[in-house]
């Protein structure tokens, strides 16, 4: 009786590790998905698109910091497109790589929404972002 609950109770936390492998992938691919749409609509020009990828608070500080609205902001800061290559997903929050540049993302609500992009390393120091961060 106790070999067969110490069986149950491996298969258990076996099940239950396999299904939280399965979560994080779900979940990067989600934040993927979210980081090519943002890309994808600037390759295409579409601020309005790559804006409606932002977070609400990243839309808001840009059009503050810039004086204007989110598609004319954005479009001035000279972001790129390009495909994702390494995604990074821990708890809410994301790091995207593309070639050109890094994205964090955060999921909401309404889903994972772009907080930072155009941002760069800088060593010890935080990231340097264009836009958010």
Same mark, same amino acid.
């Given at each position: ?16 590790? $396999?299904?939280? !492998?399965?979560?994080? &992938? ?51 800061? !000279?972001?790129? &497109?390009?495909?994702? &290559?390494?995604?990074?997903?821990? &708890? ?21 929404? $772009? ?15 264009? $836009?958010? !961060?």
């Amino acid at each position: 009786m106790v070999r067969n609950a110490a069986a149950a109770a491996c298969g258990l936390v076996l099940l239950c590790g $396999v299904a939280a !492998g399965c979560g994080t &992938g779900q979940r990067e691919a989600a934040a993927e998905a979210a980081a090519e749409d943002f890309l994808g609509a600037l390759d295409r020009g579409d601020a309005a698109a790559a804006c409606a990828s932002l977070s609400p608070e990243t839309a808001e500080e840009l059009t503050a910091s810039e004086g204007e609205a989110c598609e004319e902001a954005l479009g001035a800061q !000279g972001l790129t &497109g390009g495909p994702v &290559g390494e995604v990074a997903v821990w &708890g809410d929050r994301a790091q995207v790589r593309t070639d050109a540049d890094v994205l964090f993302l955060a999921e909401l609500d309404d889903g994972w929404k $772009v907080v930072a992009a155009g941002c760069a390393p800088q060593g010890e120091k935080p990231y340097r972002c264009e $836009v958010g !961060g």
